[in-house]
C-alpha cells in the first residue's frame, strides 16, 4: 500500500493537536489546586522580597488608595510669630503634622522673602542621594522659621512659605508668617488719609514720629514719592508747575514731646491745588540714622473732586496727522453751571488748541489741532487750562499725544 502524501499531513495536525491538550490539562490542574496556584505563588514570591514590587496598571485596592498616603497638615494659614526684637534674628517654631496612613515626606520649604526662611530636620536619604524630611503616619516635626530683622523695611511683615511634600492632595500647601518688629520708632497717623477733597484748594496733614526703642535715633529727613511730580507717558515733567505734593520734617520743641526722654518730630505733608481729579495715592518716605530702617515708606490718599467734568481725561490721537490738519480731536468741559475758559494754551511748537460753544447748556468744547510748520514725529505735549465758574476758579492739565507725518 502506497502512503499519499495527505496521509502524512493529517497524521501531523493529530500529534500536535493531541500535545497542546496535554498542556492545556496540566496547567488547568494547578490552577484548580492539583498543583501551586500560580497566582498565589506569585503573591508569596512578592512578600518575600523575591518577586516584582511594582503595582502600576493594578486595580485600586487597599494598596493603591489615595488615602493609604501621607496627608499634611499646617496650623492654619496663618501662623502668628508675634514681636519680635529688631536687633538680632529671630527663630520661631511652628509643627507639621501627617494625618494619612503613609509616611508624609517633605522635600522643600519655599519663601517670598529671604526675610522669613522654612527649615525642617532632613532625616532620610533617598536612593538617589536626595535628602528629605519624612513623618510618620501620626506623627508631626517642628518646623523652624528664621527672621530676620535687618531684611524687614518696616515694623510689620506678612511673608508666605510653601511646604512641597508628597501629599497627592495638597502637595503645594502654603502658610503665612505674621511678625511685628519692635519699632524703633513710632509714627501718629500710621498714613495721611486726605478723604474728599475740592480740587483747585491745598490741603496739609501732620504726622508724629517719636522716638521709642532708639535713644540715639534722628529723624534725617523725608523725602517724596514718585507721583510728587507728575509726570508723561516717557518718564519727562508733564507741567513744569509746582509737585503734586511736598513734604517736610521738623523736630518739636521738648516742651511738646510726650515723654521728656523720647524726641518727637512732625511730618508735614502739603498737597497741591493742581492735584488732578479722582484718586490719588503715593508713598513717601521717612529717613532716620538707624542701620535698619533708614527708609521706611508711607502711604498718602486722597480722593479729588471739582465742579466740571472733561471728557476725555487726556487727548490721544490714535492716527497719525498732517501739518495744517484742524480738529484731530475734541475734548468738553461741562459743569452744572455756566463756566468759562481761560489761560488755554498747550506746549511745544506742532500743535494748537482753541474752543467754542458747546452743544448743550454749560459745556464748551476744546478742539486739538495741527499747525502748518509742525515737524513731524511724535508730539507729548500738554494742554492747559484756567476753568471758571462763579467765585470758583481751578487750573486743569491734559495730557497731548500725536503723531505727526513726515
Not at 24 to 47: F, M, V, W
Not at 105 to 134: A, F, L, S, Y
Not at 169 to 180: D, G, L
Not at 204 to 217: F, G, S, Y
Amino acid at each position: 500500500m502506497h502512503i499519499r502524501s495527505n496521509h502524512i499531513v493529517i497524521a501531523v495536525v493529530l500529534l500536535l493537536a493531541g500535545f497542546f491538550l496535554l498542556v492545556y490539562l496540566r496547567s488547568t490542574s494547578a490552577l484548580d489546586g492539583g498543583g501551586t496556584n500560580i497566582i498565589e505563588e506569585a503573591q508569596r514570591l512578592r512578600e518575600q522580597g523575591r518577586g516584582s514590587t511594582v503595582r502600576d496598571g493594578l486595580l485600586p485596592g487597599e494598596e493603591g488608595s489615595l488615602e493609604n498616603t501621607g496627608t499634611i497638615e499646617l496650623p492654619g494659614t496663618v501662623f502668628e510669630a508675634g514681636e519680635i526684637v529688631n536687633s538680632e534674628i529671630t527663630v520661631k517654631e511652628m509643627f507639621v503634622a501627617n494625618r494619612g496612613k503613609a509616611p508624609l515626606e517633605i522635600t522643600e520649604i519655599r519663601t517670598t522673602c529671604g526675610c522669613t526662611i522654612g527649615e525642617m530636620e532632613k532625616n532620610v536619604v533617598k536612593p538617589d542621594g536626595k535628602q528629605v524630611t519624612q513623618i510618620p503616619p501620626g506623627g508631626r516635626m517642628p518646623m523652624k522659621i528664621t527672621i530676620d530683622p535687618f531684611r524687614i523695611p518696616g515694623f510689620f511683615s506678612r511673608k508666605q512659605l510653601t511646604v512641597y511634600n508628597n501629599d497627592p492632595k495638597n502637595p503645594q500647601p502654603s502658610i503665612e508668617v505674621a511678625v511685628t518688629i519692635v519699632p524703633e520708632y513710632t509714627v501718629e497717623p500710621d498714613a495721611l488719609v486726605f478723604g474728599n477733597l475740592e480740587k483747585g484748594q491745598p490741603a496739609e496733614a501732620t504726622m508724629i514720629v517719636r522716638e521709642a526703642n532708639a535713644p540715639d535715633l534722628e529723624i534725617t529727613g523725608v523725602e517724596a514719592g514718585r507721583a510728587a511730580k507728575p509726570t508723561s507717558a516717557d518718564g519727562t515733567p508733564a507741567a513744569a508747575a509746582t509737585p503734586l505734593y511736598t513734604v517736610d520734617v521738623q523736630k518739636r520743641p521738648e516742651s511738646d514731646w510726650a515723654s521728656p526722654d523720647h524726641p518727637e518730630w512732625a511730618v508735614t505733608l502739603r498737597l497741591s491745588p493742581d492735584l488732578p481729579t479722582g484718586a490719588f495715592k503715593d508713598t513717601f518716605f521717612i529717613l532716620s540714622n538707624s542701620k535698619r530702617v533708614d527708609r521706611v515708606g508711607f502711604h498718602v490718599s486722597a480722593l479729588v473732586d471739582t465742579f466740571f467734568t472733561v471728557a476725555p481725561a487726556m487727548f490721544s490721537v490714535r492716527n497719525a496727522v498732517s501739518p495744517g490738519q484742524e480738529q484731530v480731536a475734541t475734548a468738553v468741559v461741562s459743569a452744572d453751571a455756566p463756566l468759562t475758559l481761560e489761560e488755554l494754551t498747550v506746549t511745544g511748537e506742532a500743535l494748537q488748541v482753541t474752543s467754542r460753544p458747546g452743544d448743550k447748556p454749560n459745556t464748551i468744547f476744546i478742539d486739538l489741532g495741527v499747525r502748518p510748520d509742525a515737524t513731524p514725529g511724535l508730539k507729548n505735549e500738554i494742554v492747559s487750562f484756567r476753568v471758571k465758574s462763579g467765585d470758583k476758579s481751578v487750573e486743569h492739565y491734559m495730557r497731548t499725544f500725536a503723531s505727526v507725518k513726515g
